[in-house]
């Protein structure tokens, strides 16, 4: 039996819905940030950047074995022990994955979200318009030791207490560089050394572990906050 927390945050807006969570093969525990329990600081934090803190560094506020990330625009499936599946396709990996549906490299990421911002598309424009994501990868691939070759999505994963200190300089990427987190977790990733497992099918596609509703969820962040 493993110590499996679970971690999603909605900030902007009224929670869109609670995921329902249970295991009967371990200890789980769920932390949901929101506008009411975690006050923003919003003169000088946007919601947008305040949820990475609970993404990559919740860690800081409880111990556990496994810690799960999952976007609020995720919706478990009914009766699936989500825990489980985590700990089992991790393996004795400390991380564990979704690869990117679209495309494959930082690079290749990076033109298609500036080529989304150039047509308008809102979901790209709301996050990462003037974000200096071209100067990110410029410098990433400055680095010698850098071989770009992998791309994940990032609304779910899971990391075991051992790879803190990767997620620590994610997050220090994140403060130097763009919210864009998907540019800059391979690189710290590649730095790392660790290795990392990968969950079936893709998160934006139908897979065996839950729905991605992010329309839902958007249409709550333009709402009053709270409950």
């Known amino acids: ?25 371990h200890q789980i525990s769920l932390n949901y940030y929101h506008d009411a329990n975690f006050p923003s600081r919003h003169l000088s934090m946007h919601p947008r950047f305040k949820s990475k803190i609970p993404k990559m560094l919740e860690w800081k506020n409880i111990k556990s074995d496994w810690y799960v990330w999952m976007d609020s625009s995720i919706k478990p ?4 022990d989500l825990a489980d599946e985590v700990v089992k396709q991790a393996g004795e990996n400390p991380l564990c994955f979704f690869l ?6 930082i690079r290749e990421e990076a ?18 318009s003037g974000e200096p994501i071209n100067n990110q990868v410029i410098h990433y691939y400055g680095d010698p030791g850098f071989k770009d070759q992998v791309l994940f999505s990032t609304n779910f994963f899971a990391y075991h207490y051992s790879a803190i200190g990767l ?5 220090n990427q994140v403060v130097d560089w ?3 987190c998907q540019i800059s977790l391979p690189y710290v990733l590649y730095k790392s050394g660790l290795k990392y497992s990968i969950f079936e099918g893709y998160t934006n596609i139908k897979n065996k572990y839950f729905i991605w509703d992010w329309k839902e969820r958007e249409r709550s962040l333009f709402k009053p906050s709270g409950f």
Do not use: D
């Open 167 to 171: 997620m620590q300089e994610w997050f």
């Open 77 to 80: 499936l009914k009766g699936i």
């Open 111 to 128: 033109k298609r979200t500036n080529e989304m911002i150039n047509q308008g598309h809102k979901y790209f424009t709301h996050r990462y």
């Open 178 to 180: 763009s919210l864009q």
């Open 1 to 25: 039996m493993a110590r499996v927390h679970f971690v999603t945050a909605h900030f902007g807006g009224k929670i869109p819905w609670v995921p329902c969570l249970h295991s009967n093969k």
């Open 100 to 105: 990117h549906s679209k495309v494959n490299t």
